[in-house]
Structures are given as structure tokens and as C-alpha cells.
Nanobody
């Protein structure tokens, strides 16, 4: 499957962005979807994940209550709605797909993800 991330940009603190991850080549419903981010000098971290059936989601503590992950398998697209953005959210954001067969499993380890989008820059100014 090929992933194409989009929707990043420059926004002021307190603003919102919605990232999209368009999948092609295979049905998106076969995959766990994760959104990762990586800031300069920092490790890549899982920001949010959603299980194959959409029944389980995960958020890192720093975005809990501000970000919402979702998926539309009919459109083969995943989303990350980001509200109340903070300067510390500045990073390159990547969508990724994990081909696990487990229905409600979400891996925190980026090495578990089989496919990656190209990354989209999110910059939040103070």
C-alpha cells in the first residue's frame, strides 16, 4: 500500500489543522493506522493510532483531548484533527500502516509499521 500524507502547514498557537493520509494499492481497512511525529533532535513518537476496526484509539498524553484520529475506509483515507495547537507540536508528521492481523491492536513501536507516508511539516508559531 502507498500512503500520501497532506494537510500540514504553518499555524499560530491555538489554531487547528487536519492531516489526511490517502492510501492506494490495497484496502485501507486491512491496516492499523498510526500518526507519528519527529521533531529535530528527537525520536519519532506515536502521536495517535487507530485499530483496524476503528474500535480502539490511542493518544500520547501530550495531545490527549486536543487531537482526534479517525478513518474512512470507504475513502481509503485516515485523518488527524489537531486542535489547540502548541509550539511543542511542531514536527514532521508521518502516517503509517501496520499490517497486523489483530483486530484491536495498536503498536507503539514505529518498527512495527510496514508502510509510511512521506511526512508533512507542521509548524506552530507562538
Amino acid at each position: 500500500v502507498q500512503l500520501q500524507a497532506s494537510g500540514g502547514g504553518l499555524v499560530q498557537a491555538g489554531g487547528s489543522l487536519r492531516l489526511s493520509c490517502a492510501a492506494s494499492g490495497r484496502s485501507f481497512r486491512s491496516y492499523v493506522m498510526g500518526w507519528f511525529r519527529q521533531a529535530p533532535g528527537k525520536e519519532r513518537e506515536l502521536v495517535a493510532g487507530i485499530s483496524r476496526n476503528g474500535g480502539r484509539t490511542y493518544y500520547v498524553d501530550s495531545v490527549q483531548g486536543r487531537f482526534t484520529i479517525s478513518r474512512d475506509d470507504d475513502k481509503n483515507t485516515g485523518y488527524l484533527q489537531m486542535n489547540s495547537l502548541k509550539p511543542e507540536d511542531t514536527a514532521v508528521y508521518y502516517c503509517a500502516a501496520d499490517a497486523t492481523t489483530l483486530t484491536e491492536y495498536i503498536s507503539f513501536n514505529y518498527r512495527s509499521y510496514d508502510y509510511w507516508g512521506q511526512g508533512t511539516q507542521v509548524t506552530v508559531s507562538s
